[in-house]
């Protein structure tokens, strides 16, 4: 009887397990789910939308002088302490407006209205006067632009959901665009352009689709201070030609921040003081020089003008560039991991000499994995490069090192280089990507023992302009299986052996041939083809992408806790009951 129990006990206890484990996977997935839903809906309580009770239909608002005010009735006599007040209506419509005003010289404030529209829920004109508008607590839903002003005006504590884009500022200096809430809009939630010493502060932009929370444009000494962006499409906050601005006190998550300027001047400009990404330090150095950052407490990291300066151990997710450096040297970037960032790379390097990227893993990046550009002499060695639109992307970049690289699974090009004269591309790993490597308008380099192995189209390509590079000793497999060659060729007097020792290149398909023909316009071939690779040519292993621990995950694993503690508890109380069997 005992050893029955016992039996019947260990197979109920086997069911329970498989129960159990499909009970945690379940838990794990809906906690995620359920914890980021709470955590958009505590954002989004934070703005409260228009009382529909007190809302008049109401048709469309066209004022186009100042004696359309008087003739529409409007509550104010249109001064400062007395504005005209259009306030509690409701005006959806098929025409392009629901609220239009150009060309007057009074003080007006448009509150608690409800719109919808074709173009814009409420436009404002570059003919009305500056700073006489104020626009706050309405709903603009549905249109084009929710928002769109194009004079100095106030918008304040409004939401704008649902629309292309959220607030539009344009030519709108000394504006002032707060406490406001933009989400769900199909391209950005607010937008100002050429509107220079303007504040954008406390506004929450989450869930703008296709590209930035807030996105600034030629808009000198701007201020962005106490905004969260979360889920945007690319950005949560874009900014560019805004030199002398005050970036502060931001909480990016899911999202990072882009910066363009044309010098390193006007990138010294910028303040930057507490903003986070994902709940860490968005880390922007300046002038820095002879230190070492290996603490994993940034979720984005920018380097201007820094000297000898070492970047390690980060773990960099969802952020629009995870590392970017500036007008540097002597930077080196170690042993991190950047995934999923939405804007160009995941380790971007600009107009910086002598840096070296290695050791580092770059997964999942929306554009490419590693980014370098008008940059001597940088070393990129032994980095994973995985699943990225391009692998590793290099322009205008001589004297470079490319070694011992994982190119995998990425959907454009593993390595794609531009314009990077007297190169070595030696030892690198090109597997599953649409071309292996693509060079273009570059000259003298070397490319050999590297391994292009099941790349869709051509494992190597060499493209315009391309002239006096050396291809040997490289092993070619299974590439552009639909084709004859697995390389392609429309440059000038490139050579596909090496000249001392008389030897190519490994090609699987050469067949019976005692060369190989070159696919492309320059007519090249192999004449020295190996009947053995010099290198291993076993097919690669796709690496399990790495698991970035955060907060959230912490929120996922809490159910997991509590069934388990219940079945441990279940255990006890099964093995108690069994001492009293005979």
Not at 73 to 92: A, M
């Amino acid at each position: 009887m005992y050893f029955s129990s016992k039996k019947k006990f260990v197979s109920e206890s086997l069911i329970l397990i498989i129960i159990i484990i499909s009970i945690l996977f379940s838990f794990r997935i809906s906690s995620q789910f359920y914890f980021e839903e709470q955590k958009g809906d505590s954002v989004q309580a934070q703005m409260s939308l228009v009382d529909s009770s007190i809302l008049v239909d109401h048709n469309p608002i066209i004022i186009d002088s100042d004696s359309d005010l008087d003739t529409l009735g409007f509550s104010g006599d249109g001064n400062i302490d007395n504005p005209y007040i259009i306030e509690n209506l409701r005006i959806v419509t098929d025409d392009y407006y629901s609220i239009s005003i150009s060309s007057t010289t009074k003080y007006i404030t448009i509150r608690s209205c409800y719109t919808e529209s074709i173009n814009a829920g409420i436009m404002i004109y570059d003919t009305v006067s500056s700073n006489t508008i104020l626009i706050e607590d309405n709903e603009c839903r549905n249109s084009a632009y929710g928002i769109k002003i194009r004079i100095s005006s106030t918008i304040i504590q409004n939401t704008c959901i649902n629309n292309v884009y959220g607030i539009s500022a344009k030519n709108s200096p000394t504006s002032k665009i707060q406490s406001n809430e933009c989400r769900d809009n199909e391209v950005m939630g607010i937008t100002i352009s050429d509107s220079a010493d303007s504040e954008v502060t406390d506004n929450i932009c989450s869930n703008n689709q296709r590209e930035d929370g807030i996105h600034i444009d030629d808009s000198p000494n701007t201020r962005v201070e106490n905004n969260i962006c979360i889920d945007n499409g690319y950005n949560g906050i874009w900014i560019r030609f805004s030199n002398s601005s005050t970036i502060s006190h931001n909480e990016l998550t899911n999202n990072g921040l882009t910066i363009y300027e044309n010098s390193k001047v006007d990138y010294l400009s910028y303040t930057f003081e507490n903003n986070r990404v994902n709940d860490k330090i968005l880390g922007y150095l300046e002038s820095q020089k002879d230190i070492v950052l290996e603490e994993p407490i940034y979720g984005q990291i920018f380097l201007v003008d820094c000297e000898n300066i070492i970047v390690k151990n980060q773990e960099i997710y969802d952020a629009s560039i995870g590392i970017k450096v500036l007008y540097s040297k002597l930077i080196t970037i170690q042993e991190n991991i950047c995934m999923e960032n939405s804007w160009y790379a995941g380790i971007m390097i600009e107009h910086s000499n002598d840096c070296r990227v290695i050791d580092n893993e770059c997964w999942y990046n929306e554009m490419a994995g590693i980014r370098i550009t008008s940059s001597l002499n940088t070393t990129l060695e032994n980095n994973l490069v995985v699943y990225n639109n391009i692998g590793i992307s290099i322009s205008y970049s001589p004297f470079s090192s490319i070694t011992d690289n994982q190119l995998l699974n990425n959907s454009l090009t593993g390595l794609s280089a531009y314009e990077i004269d007297s190169s070595s591309f030696w030892n690198n790993t090109c597997f599953r990507n649409n071309y292996g490597i693509a060079v273009a308008a570059t000259t003298e380099c070397e490319i050999k023992l590297n391994f292009f192995v099941s790349n869709s189209l051509f494992g190597l390509f060499l493209r315009y302009e391309t002239y006096n590079n050396t291809v040997h000793h490289n092993a070619f497999v299974d590439n552009n299986i639909n084709e004859y060659s697995q390389a392609k060729d429309d440059g000038e007097a490139n050579l596909w052996y090496d000249v001392l020792s008389e030897e190519g290149n490994y090609w699987s398909n050469i067949g019976q041939n005692y060369t190989y023909m070159i696919d492309g316009s320059a007519n090249s071939m192999d004449p020295y083809p190996l009947s053995v690779s010099p290198i291993s040519v076993e097919l690669p292993t796709l690496p399990i992408p790495p698991v970035i621990y955060t907060d959230k995950t912490s929120f996922q694993f809490y159910p997991i806790y509590v069934v388990s503690i219940l079945f441990v508890i279940y255990i006890c109380m099964r093995r108690k009951r069994f001492q009293y069997v005979d």
